[in-house]
C-alpha cells in the first residue's frame, strides 16, 4: 500500500465521517400547523441546542407549507435530545412529532 493510496483512503473516511455526521445532526418533523414559520419551528428547537437552520416543506402546487419541516442541530447529540424532548411537544397549537 503506497502513501498516496494511504492518503487516499483517510481522505475517504474523513468524507464519509462528516456526511454522516451532517445527517445524523437532521430532525424530521411533522404535525407542523400550516402557519408555522421556519423561524418560530428554529427557536422552538433551541430549547435543546443550537439550531443551524429550519426549513419548513412547501406543497409543490398550491406553495403552502405541508405541515412537515426539517432542523439542522450543530450536533447528533442535539438531534437526539431534541427527538427526545420535542417530539408530542406543541407548537402553534399543534402537536409535532420529531424522527
Known amino acids: 500500500c503506497s502513501p ?3 492518503s487516499m483512503e483517510a481522505t475517504q473516511v474523513l468524507e464519509a465521517t462528516q456526511v454522516q455526521r451532517a445527517i445524523s445532526s437532521k430532525v424530521f418533523i411533522s404535525g407542523l ?5 421556519p423561524q418560530t419551528l428554529g ?5 435543546v ?3 443551524r437552520y429550519a426549513t419548513i416543506y412547501m406543497d ?4 403552502a ?5 426539517k432542523v439542522d442541530f450543530d450536533s447528533e447529540v442535539t438531534a437526539k435530545r431534541a427527538i427526545e424532548e420535542l417530539s408530542d411537544s406543541w407548537l402553534d ?3 409535532i412529532k420529531l424522527q
Open 49 to 51: 441546542g443550537e439550531v
Open 65 to 69: 407549507s405541508n405541515g412537515t419541516g
Open 33 to 37: 400547523s400550516l402557519e408555522t414559520m
Open 60 to 63: 409543490p402546487d398550491s406553495k
Open 93 to 95: 397549537g399543534h402537536q
Open 43 to 47: 427557536e422552538h428547537c433551541q430549547t
Open 4 to 6: 498516496a493510496d494511504e
